[in-house]
Structures are given as structure tokens and as C-alpha cells.
């Protein structure tokens, strides 16, 4: 009796989870971000990525794949999200490296400033939602957001329930590929117009954020593990814009120094490219689309020196001639960049 | 932790396997454990005033029946009344402070004020116990119960102190006597997979009147009721009707709550409400409505005023003061005794009338029996009740009267112009809260001549599960509860 109970309570249980697991997906908002995603991740796995790129939403329009590709014949994806926490990151790469073997892997670090104990719910969700059930999504959640927010992360729809009234045919037939083309980059038109404030030039090192540090040699103990390449970036922009705030380090160039010096010690690059703006002709006014964000054009520059970099160290085959990969031509030909210079 | 919330659904999952994998000897243990983290869980410094509640009446009930021993009766019972006293004044002094000390404060203040006298009395920043009414009115069910013999005083402490703070209606009842509840913390309750099954249905029924129904309405209300001056005519007239449906749904949702909860783990817990807005008066309506409240009146203080054997004047009396003490219980403040008075006059003058009544009835050769006349009387009995729910909703009492005010004004065009969809709810929600709430009344109106549990139970299971899977998803779509998605969360301003 107590058998047959158990049993009838087990089934009504996964019928349960399993018509909440399909009704998931029609609640989530259907982000940019998460279309992305989901094609960087589940959809495109045949593409065999020579470079990932991870980070927040300085990486999402610092770096951009279609140039590399295009000056470079590397393939890469921009896995970067807006708002992006350290350890969101560690646990999307995780997930990027079950499909993905071996890539260089750039992580921008940017959001080691953070201090606060979880990012934003927004910012986190465009990753977690995006991601499908693992023991990786699983350890994002349980370590990414607080212990409360389990079943809403679990379960969506609990969070996304009030959507009902706004659900669109979208939502129930959703095709994320529109924008594979963009291989995950998408970078602003604007010109920031203004000169960077803040102090470039500062030495000496700060302390990082303890879970930022955490995070941190998480990513190199994996790369050392996994055996794949790591590289450190910085985008240019102002740290005027977070310095001291609510939620993010007193002194950031200070605590980016004390990065690269990690990063050398464990022999890993760190591109700061605050650093290098002379180097590569960056213009802040120019080539910035806020105080934080590098636009379009500054995104080029960018990724031209970066593209350089990773042919000069690297052994990377340039795919460009390979017929394999015709389809990278035509996705340039779509790209921001490209209908920029037509 | 309230009934809806995540950790309510974790605690109680686990508060109820592991009740059925003790042995019988120590349940009640863990359930004293599980009552007391229920409701400390809200402010744990509350548990020592519900502690000292539990001993006063634990003690009086020794007390009295050792007082029963005396051979001398006479002095046997004055010392029992004393204790019965001394039980009840300890009790209601600390509800007093608790609850009522600032408001009579500020009575006398005025009342002094009106005659040109300053007096100053200190308030109390207490915060108001969660459930302190409930637990107390059931605490003290038990002195008298004990006086009058209709139970022997409990020597176990620990299964008293489980009998008042008995977490599936701690807080908001149904308020038990303890002659139905207390000796069932003794009996064996073996796993009962249907007693399971009915306490979980009868749980999920309750969520969905609270979450689906009650919390919708809430909006529309709270949007008119929390702004008097801005709105008029049909505004206010829908949302006071809806007040009526909101307060009853979430009323009847958390008692069915309690009800299923114990039900799961063998206990049977008292009806508080049996489709109240279906009286055909007022007298019927508090029949129907907070059925347990109403007994404990009717039981400890109605009866025991003389109830109605007696004059005509002293019954009149002995009605007001029932209803104006309830319109206390319910909270402190003007408004609620004037609603509890609105409902002694509805009664009184019921009573008078009723000859009158009579006389046209039968001068009009009216059929009383026809559903005409028992819908009138429904409409009637309804408009009176919601009537009075003004005064218990309204923020103030001048709010109520700004309310009833405005209210005439005619004002039609507010259901055609689509004013109506801009009081909190959209016409895509209006259309869910009115759908929650069409299944909420054909239950209550079929329910009177079907056990929905019983009939359901004899359904296919490929039915009754189709059933629950999407009664729980309509519930997790459409139920009000969460953070919620706020599309500027996901608003990325960067570019």
C-alpha cells in the first residue's frame, strides 16, 4: 500500500515538474540576451568556437566576432551579458566548455569590482533563465542568487506569472536565431563626446571584493584543469562612473592593478585596454558610446588589437578559405560593422 | 510565514511527513516545536506572550478543577469563579495592552478634550501580536470549558500549549473549543491517503481563493479605498462590492487553508464559513460567516448575559453589546466598533420589525417561497452587510463617510469609457477576477446541495488529475504572489 502511495506521488510529481518545464520557457522574457544565449550555447554547437569571449556588457560591445572573423579568420562567440556577475560568468563558462572544447577564453573583469554579494536579479536571469537544466545552472543558482530565490530560479514561471497578459505569439514560438549572425556582439552608435576623468596613471594596488578574488582563481584553477588558454581583458571607460558607488570597489584601477598582478603570476595575459587607448589610437570622445561603453567604433579598434594579439601568440588557423565556413561571410556581410562601412 | 508564502510550502511538507514517522507517543511534540517556529517566525519575542497566555489558562484549569474538590460547594464555587476571573482578566489585560491601550488612550483624550480637560496618557509603541485575538479567545474557551465541566482539566502542559498554538489556526482560526480540539492531540492518526488527499484539495481551493480571487480584488479596492476624494459613484459602489468578496475569499481561504493542513494530519478542524453572502439575513449571515467566532460569543458572553431568555430591552442589550465587543475583537479602532454596532442595529431592528414584516407579507399576499422572494431577501441581506463593510475597510472614519458621500453619483459611462479597467486592474485581469470569482459563488451556491469532495473523489483519476494539474497551474499563472516580473528589471539602459 505505502508502495503504490510513493508511486502515485513520485508520477504526480514529474508530470507535474514536467508540464511546469514546458510551460518555462513561453513565461521568460525573450531578451537579445537570451537568444544569444541559447544559440551560443544548445543551437550551435557545430560551430567550433577558436575564441570565447565572457564577461558583462563591456565585453557584449567591446569585442566583436564578425571583425575578428573578417580580419582575422578566427571564429569566436561573445558570450557577454549586460550586467554579468564574475561568478554568473564562471558558471556560463562552464556551461559554453561542455560543447565548446579548448577555446582561448577571454574574460573581461570588469565586474570584479563588484562588491555587492549578488548581482542584479535582472542582469542574473538573462544568463540562469537562458540556461538549461544542469548541474552548472544548478550551481549558478545555488551560488549566484540568494538561497530564497531557489524555486524561482528552479521554476521560472513563478517569477514570470505576471507576463500572462502580454504573452505574444513570440513568446510561445520563439526563434532565437534571428541574431546569430551578430554572434552574440551588439555594440552602441553613439559618441560619448566626453574625456575620460579618471585617473589612468594610479600604482599601487587595492584589495579585491573576497568573492571577486574567489571567482577569480576559480577561472584559472579551471583553465589549469581544462587545459584551455585564459586571457584577461579590460575594456576602456571611465571608472569615474563607479568608483566608490553603492555595490562596487572604493578605488577600481587600484584593484585592476592587483588583477594583473595575479594574472602574471599565474602567467595568464591581462590586456588592459584603458591602458593601451594611445597605443591603438583610441579616441575616448570618439570612440566611447556612454562613460562606460565602448561604441561601435571604438569597439573595432578594439577588437582589431585584440585579433592581433591572438594571431601573434596563438597557433590559429585563418578558417576565411575553408567552405566549411562560408556562412561566417554572409553573417559579416549582416554585421553592425560591416553595414556601418557600406 | 503566511499560508502562501515559499517557506509556508517547505515548512509544511516537512512539519506533515515527519509527523506521520514519529511514533504517536511524541507527535505532539514536534508539532509543539513546528507551532512555536510557525509563529515565532513572525517576531520570536511574540512566543513569550503566547507562553504566558498557555500558563495563566493551563494553571486556571488545575486551579479550578482542584477548587471542585472542596467539600464545601459554596466556597468551591466562589473560588472557582475566582479563577475563571482571575484567568480572564489576566488574559483580556494583556490583549488590553496589547491591542486596545493606545485606542482608549486617545478615547478618553477626546472625551477629556471635549470638555475643555488636557489629560495625557502615554502611548505604547507595542506592535500587535500576530493572531493574539484568536489565541487568546481559544485559550480562554478552555478556562470556562474546564468551570463548566465540559472537559477535565489537561495535566500534560506541553500538550495544552500545543492546543493553543496549534500552527494551522494559530492565527487566524477557525478559533476551536477546546472540547473539539484538545482531546485529539491523544488519538492516533494513522497515514489516511484520502483524509491526504482532501486536506491537500482543500488546501489548493484555499489558494486559490486567496491568491487568485481575494489579492486581485484587493487592487481595485485598495486603489478606490486608499484614495476617497478621487474617485465617485459606480467606482465606489464596484469597489465595495468587491471589498465584500475580497475580505470573504481571503477569510474562507485561510480557514479552509488551516482546515485542509490539520486535515492532512488527521485533525478535524471546525467550518468557519458556509457561503455567507448566500443569507437570506443577517441573523443567517452571522450563521454563516466566522462560524467560530460567532459560537465563542454566543457560548462565552452572550450566553452567560442572559442571551434571549429574558426581557425584551435585556435581549436588545445583550445583542448590542455581542456585536459592538466583535467589532472590537476584529480591531482597534472607531471604525470597527461602528460596524460592529451597524450590525447590532441590522438585528435589533430585525427583531422589532418583525411583526411588521408579518403583517405586510400577508396584507401583500406575498409567496415567501418563491426564488423571487428569496433572491430579494439575498440582495437585501447582501447590501446591508456590504454596508456596513465600509466602516471595517475604510481607513478612517472619515474616509467612510467622505466613501458613502461620494458614492451617489451617477456615473454609468464608467463602465463603457474603460474608467473602470483603470482601478488597479487591467480588463484582462478584471476578466480572471471575475471568472475566480464566478467559481467561487457557483461553489458556495451548488455546494449546498453537493459534497464537491466526495462527488470529485468518485471521479476517474485521469479526471481528477487532469483537475489538479490545472487548478496548481492556473494558480501559479494567475495567482497574485512573488516579486513578480517588473520589465524595468530587465530594461537595459546602457545603449
Redesign the interface.
Given at each position: 500500500m505505502t508502495k503504490k502511495?510513493v508511486q502515485k506521488v513520485v508520477i504526480?510529481i514529474i508530470?507535474?515538474i514536467s508540464?511546469?518545464s514546458l510551460?518555462n520557457p513561453i513565461?521568460i522574457?525573450k531578451?537579445d540576451h537570451r537568444g544569444k544565449l541559447i544559440e551560443g550555447l544548445y543551437n550551435h554547437t557545430g560551430d567550433a568556437y577558436d575564441v570565447i569571449l565572457m564577461g558583462s556588457?563591456h565585453m557584449n560591445?567591446g569585442i566583436d566576432p564578425n571583425v575578428l572573423w573578417h580580419q582575422y579568420g578566427i571564429t569566436s562567440f561573445n558570450y557577454a551579458t549586460?550586467?554579468q556577475p564574475i561568478d554568473v560568468t564562471y558558471y556560463l563558462l562552464k556551461e559554453v566548455l561542455k560543447k565548446h572544447k579548448n577555446p582561448i577564453v577571454v574574460v573581461d573583469v570588469y565586474y570584479l569590482c563588484l562588491t555587492n554579494k549578488y548581482g542584479?536579479?535582472?542582469y542574473i536571469?538573462?544568463v540562469i533563465d537562458s540556461m538549461k537544466p544542469s548541474i552548472n545552472k544548478l550551481n549558478a543558482i545555488m551560488n549566484c542568487t540568494p538561497f530564497?530565490d531557489l524555486?524561482?530560479y528552479l521554476f521560472p514561471?513563478?517569477?514570470?506569472?505576471?507576463?500572462?497578459?502580454e504573452l505574444t505569439k513570440n513568446d510561445f514560438r520563439y526563434d532565437s536565431a534571428y541574431k546569430y549572425y551578430a554572434k552574440g556582439f551588439?555594440?552602441?552608435t553613439?559618441k560619448y563626446g566626453k574625456d575620460n576623468i579618471s585617473d589612468l596613471t594610479a600604482t599601487g594596488t587595492a584589495e579585491l571584493p573576497p568573492k571577486s578574488l574567489e571567482y577569480l582563481n576559480k577561472f584559472i584553477e579551471l583553465s589549469k584543469k581544462e587545459g584551455f588558454k585564459l586571457i584577461f581583458t579590460n575594456m576602456p571607460n571611465d571608472f569615474n562612473s563607479i568608483a566608490g558607488k553603492d555595490g562596487w570597489v572604493k578605488d577600481p584601477a587600484k584593484m585592476l592593478n592587483q588583477v594583473a598582478e595575479i594574472a602574471k603570476a599565474n602567467n595568464i595575459p591581462f590586456i588592459d585596454y584603458g591602458s593601451k587607448m594611445d597605443e591603438i589610437g583610441f579616441n575616448f570622445k570618439e570612440d566611447m558610446?556612454?562613460s562606460?561603453?565602448v561604441n561601435i567604433w571604438g569597439a573595432n579598434k578594439v577588437t582589431n588589437d585584440l585579433g592581433k594579439f591572438l594571431k601573434e601568440n596563438y597557433n590559429l588557423v585563418d578558417h576565411r578559405n575553408d567552405p566549411k565556413y562560408a556562412q561566417w561571410n554572409s553573417d559579416y556581410m549582416r554585421s553592425q560593422i560591416a553595414s556601418l562601412s557600406k | 510565514m503566511s499560508f502562501t508564502s515559499?517557506?509556508f510550502?517547505i515548512f509544511f511538507p516537512i512539519v506533515s511527513i515527519l509527523y506521520y514517522l514519529i511514533p504517536h507517543k511524541r507527535r505532539w511534540i514536534w508539532l509543539l516545536i513546528a507551532s512555536y517556529y510557525f509563529y515565532m517566525s513572525w517576531n520570536p519575542k511574540y512566543a513569550i506572550l503566547m507562553g504566558t497566555s498557555t500558563i495563566i489558562t493551563y494553571l486556571s484549569g488545575l486551579l479550578i478543577e482542584k477548587a471542585d474538590k472542596i467539600s464545601d460547594k459554596k466556597q468551591a464555587v466562589r473560588l472557582k469563579k475566582w479563577w475563571v476571573f482571575l484567568s480572564f482578566f489576566s488574559n483580556l489585560a494583556i490583549l488590553f495592552l496589547f491591542k486596545y491601550y493606545n485606542f482608549f488612550g486617545n478615547v478618553f483624550t477626546r472625551i477629556f478634550s471635549y470638555f475643555h480637560v488636557t489629560i495625557h496618557v502615554p502611548s505604547l509603541d507595542l506592535l500587535l501580536p500576530v493572531g493574539i485575538s484568536f489565541y487568546t479567545f481559544q485559550a480562554l474557551s478552555y478556562t470556562v470549558d474546564v468551570y463548566r465541566k465540559d472537559i477535565k482539566a489537561e495535566k500534560n502542559l506541553g500538550k495544552y500549549a500545543l492546543f493553543v498554538s496549534f500552527f494551522p489556526q494559530l492565527v487566524a482560526g477557525p478559533i476551536e473549543k477546546s472540547k473539539d480540539l484538545l482531546y485529539q492531540f491523544d488519538e492516533e492518526h494513522f497515514f489516511d491517503?484520502n483524509k491526504v488527499k482532501n486536506g491537500l484539495l482543500l488546501m489548493l481551493w484555499g489558494l486559490f481563493q486567496k491568491m487568485v480571487v481575494s489579492d486581485r480584488l484587493a487592487k481595485v479596492v485598495d486603489t478606490v479605498y486608499n484614495a476617497p476624494n478621487k474617485y465617485k459613484g459606480f467606482a465606489i459602489v464596484i469597489a465595495t462590492i468587491l471589498f465584500a468578496f475580497q475580505i470573504y475569499c481571503d477569510f474562507s481561504a485561510y480557514s479552509d487553508i488551516a482546515r485542509g493542513a490539520a486535515e492532512v494530519m488527521g485533525f478535524r478542524l471546525s467550518k468557519n464559513f458556509d457561503a455567507p453572502y448566500l443569507s437570506k439575513s443577517t441573523k443567517e449571515f452571522w450563521r454563516r460567516w466566522h462560524i467560530t467566532l460567532g459560537a465563542w460569543f454566543k457560548d462565552y458572553l452572550y450566553i452567560p448575559l442572559g442571551g434571549n431568555r429574558c426581557s425584551k430591552p435585556r435581549y436588545y442589550f445583550n445583542t448590542m453589546v455581542v456585536f459592538i465587543v466583535s467589532g472590537l475583537w476584529h480591531g482597534a479602532a472607531a471604525n470597527f466598533v461602528i460596524w460592529g454596532t451597524l450590525h447590532g442595529i441590522y438585528r435589533v431592528t430585525g427583531e422589532m420589525l418583525k411583526p411588521v414584516k408579518k403583517s405586510v407579507i400577508k396584507k401583500l399576499k406575498i409567496n415567501i417561497n418563491t426564488f423571487s422572494h428569496k433572491l430579494f431577501q439575498v440582495l437585501i441581506t447582501f447590501i446591508l452587510v456590504d454596508f456596513a463593510w465600509i466602516f471595517f475597510r475604510a481607513n478612517s472614519f472619515t474616509d467612510a463617510t467622505t466613501l458613502i458621500k461620494n458614492m451617489f453619483y451617477f456615473n454609468p459611462w464608467i463602465f463603457t469609457d474603460g474608467t473602470i479597467y483603470k482601478l488597479g486592474l487591467?480588463h484582462?485581469?478584471f476578466f480572471i477576477a471575475m471568472l475566480g470569482l464566478f467559481i467561487v459563488m457557483l461553489k458556495d451556491i451548488l455546494g449546498r446541495r453537493i459534497n464537491f469532495r466526495i462527488a470529485f473523489s468518485k471521479q476517474s483519476i485521469v479526471f481528477r488529475?487532469f483537475v489538479?494539474?490545472s487548478a496548481?497551474?492556473f494558480i501559479?499563472?494567475?495567482?497574485?504572489?512573488?516579486?513578480?516580473?517588473e520589465?524595468k528589471?530587465?530594461i537595459?539602459f546602457?545603449?
Amino acid at each position: 500500500m505505502t508502495k503504490k502511495i510513493v508511486q502515485k506521488v513520485v508520477i504526480f510529481i514529474i508530470i507535474l515538474i514536467s508540464i511546469v518545464s514546458l510551460l518555462n520557457p513561453i513565461f521568460i522574457v525573450k531578451t537579445d540576451h537570451r537568444g544569444k544565449l541559447i544559440e551560443g550555447l544548445y543551437n550551435h554547437t557545430g560551430d567550433a568556437y577558436d575564441v570565447i569571449l565572457m564577461g558583462s556588457s563591456h565585453m557584449n560591445g567591446g569585442i566583436d566576432p564578425n571583425v575578428l572573423w573578417h580580419q582575422y579568420g578566427i571564429t569566436s562567440f561573445n558570450y557577454a551579458t549586460a550586467g554579468q556577475p564574475i561568478d554568473v560568468t564562471y558558471y556560463l563558462l562552464k556551461e559554453v566548455l561542455k560543447k565548446h572544447k579548448n577555446p582561448i577564453v577571454v574574460v573581461d573583469v570588469y565586474y570584479l569590482c563588484l562588491t555587492n554579494k549578488y548581482g542584479e536579479e535582472g542582469y542574473i536571469r538573462y544568463v540562469i533563465d537562458s540556461m538549461k537544466p544542469s548541474i552548472n545552472k544548478l550551481n549558478a543558482i545555488m551560488n549566484c542568487t540568494p538561497f530564497m530565490d531557489l524555486p524561482y530560479y528552479l521554476f521560472p514561471i513563478l517569477k514570470y506569472h505576471n507576463r500572462w497578459p502580454e504573452l505574444t505569439k513570440n513568446d510561445f514560438r520563439y526563434d532565437s536565431a534571428y541574431k546569430y549572425y551578430a554572434k552574440g556582439f551588439e555594440a552602441g552608435t553613439n559618441k560619448y563626446g566626453k574625456d575620460n576623468i579618471s585617473d589612468l596613471t594610479a600604482t599601487g594596488t587595492a584589495e579585491l571584493p573576497p568573492k571577486s578574488l574567489e571567482y577569480l582563481n576559480k577561472f584559472i584553477e579551471l583553465s589549469k584543469k581544462e587545459g584551455f588558454k585564459l586571457i584577461f581583458t579590460n575594456m576602456p571607460n571611465d571608472f569615474n562612473s563607479i568608483a566608490g558607488k553603492d555595490g562596487w570597489v572604493k578605488d577600481p584601477a587600484k584593484m585592476l592593478n592587483q588583477v594583473a598582478e595575479i594574472a602574471k603570476a599565474n602567467n595568464i595575459p591581462f590586456i588592459d585596454y584603458g591602458s593601451k587607448m594611445d597605443e591603438i589610437g583610441f579616441n575616448f570622445k570618439e570612440d566611447m558610446n556612454n562613460s562606460g561603453h565602448v561604441n561601435i567604433w571604438g569597439a573595432n579598434k578594439v577588437t582589431n588589437d585584440l585579433g592581433k594579439f591572438l594571431k601573434e601568440n596563438y597557433n590559429l588557423v585563418d578558417h576565411r578559405n575553408d567552405p566549411k565556413y562560408a556562412q561566417w561571410n554572409s553573417d559579416y556581410m549582416r554585421s553592425q560593422i560591416a553595414s556601418l562601412s557600406k | 510565514m503566511s499560508f502562501t508564502s515559499m517557506e509556508f510550502m517547505i515548512f509544511f511538507p516537512i512539519v506533515s511527513i515527519l509527523y506521520y514517522l514519529i511514533p504517536h507517543k511524541r507527535r505532539w511534540i514536534w508539532l509543539l516545536i513546528a507551532s512555536y517556529y510557525f509563529y515565532m517566525s513572525w517576531n520570536p519575542k511574540y512566543a513569550i506572550l503566547m507562553g504566558t497566555s498557555t500558563i495563566i489558562t493551563y494553571l486556571s484549569g488545575l486551579l479550578i478543577e482542584k477548587a471542585d474538590k472542596i467539600s464545601d460547594k459554596k466556597q468551591a464555587v466562589r473560588l472557582k469563579k475566582w479563577w475563571v476571573f482571575l484567568s480572564f482578566f489576566s488574559n483580556l489585560a494583556i490583549l488590553f495592552l496589547f491591542k486596545y491601550y493606545n485606542f482608549f488612550g486617545n478615547v478618553f483624550t477626546r472625551i477629556f478634550s471635549y470638555f475643555h480637560v488636557t489629560i495625557h496618557v502615554p502611548s505604547l509603541d507595542l506592535l500587535l501580536p500576530v493572531g493574539i485575538s484568536f489565541y487568546t479567545f481559544q485559550a480562554l474557551s478552555y478556562t470556562v470549558d474546564v468551570y463548566r465541566k465540559d472537559i477535565k482539566a489537561e495535566k500534560n502542559l506541553g500538550k495544552y500549549a500545543l492546543f493553543v498554538s496549534f500552527f494551522p489556526q494559530l492565527v487566524a482560526g477557525p478559533i476551536e473549543k477546546s472540547k473539539d480540539l484538545l482531546y485529539q492531540f491523544d488519538e492516533e492518526h494513522f497515514f489516511d491517503y484520502n483524509k491526504v488527499k482532501n486536506g491537500l484539495l482543500l488546501m489548493l481551493w484555499g489558494l486559490f481563493q486567496k491568491m487568485v480571487v481575494s489579492d486581485r480584488l484587493a487592487k481595485v479596492v485598495d486603489t478606490v479605498y486608499n484614495a476617497p476624494n478621487k474617485y465617485k459613484g459606480f467606482a465606489i459602489v464596484i469597489a465595495t462590492i468587491l471589498f465584500a468578496f475580497q475580505i470573504y475569499c481571503d477569510f474562507s481561504a485561510y480557514s479552509d487553508i488551516a482546515r485542509g493542513a490539520a486535515e492532512v494530519m488527521g485533525f478535524r478542524l471546525s467550518k468557519n464559513f458556509d457561503a455567507p453572502y448566500l443569507s437570506k439575513s443577517t441573523k443567517e449571515f452571522w450563521r454563516r460567516w466566522h462560524i467560530t467566532l460567532g459560537a465563542w460569543f454566543k457560548d462565552y458572553l452572550y450566553i452567560p448575559l442572559g442571551g434571549n431568555r429574558c426581557s425584551k430591552p435585556r435581549y436588545y442589550f445583550n445583542t448590542m453589546v455581542v456585536f459592538i465587543v466583535s467589532g472590537l475583537w476584529h480591531g482597534a479602532a472607531a471604525n470597527f466598533v461602528i460596524w460592529g454596532t451597524l450590525h447590532g442595529i441590522y438585528r435589533v431592528t430585525g427583531e422589532m420589525l418583525k411583526p411588521v414584516k408579518k403583517s405586510v407579507i400577508k396584507k401583500l399576499k406575498i409567496n415567501i417561497n418563491t426564488f423571487s422572494h428569496k433572491l430579494f431577501q439575498v440582495l437585501i441581506t447582501f447590501i446591508l452587510v456590504d454596508f456596513a463593510w465600509i466602516f471595517f475597510r475604510a481607513n478612517s472614519f472619515t474616509d467612510a463617510t467622505t466613501l458613502i458621500k461620494n458614492m451617489f453619483y451617477f456615473n454609468p459611462w464608467i463602465f463603457t469609457d474603460g474608467t473602470i479597467y483603470k482601478l488597479g486592474l487591467s480588463h484582462k485581469e478584471f476578466f480572471i477576477a471575475m471568472l475566480g470569482l464566478f467559481i467561487v459563488m457557483l461553489k458556495d451556491i451548488l455546494g449546498r446541495r453537493i459534497n464537491f469532495r466526495i462527488a470529485f473523489s468518485k471521479q476517474s483519476i485521469v479526471f481528477r488529475w487532469f483537475v489538479y494539474f490545472s487548478a496548481i497551474v492556473f494558480i501559479m499563472i494567475f495567482g497574485i504572489y512573488g516579486h513578480g516580473y517588473e520589465a524595468k528589471q530587465f530594461i537595459y539602459f546602457q545603449f
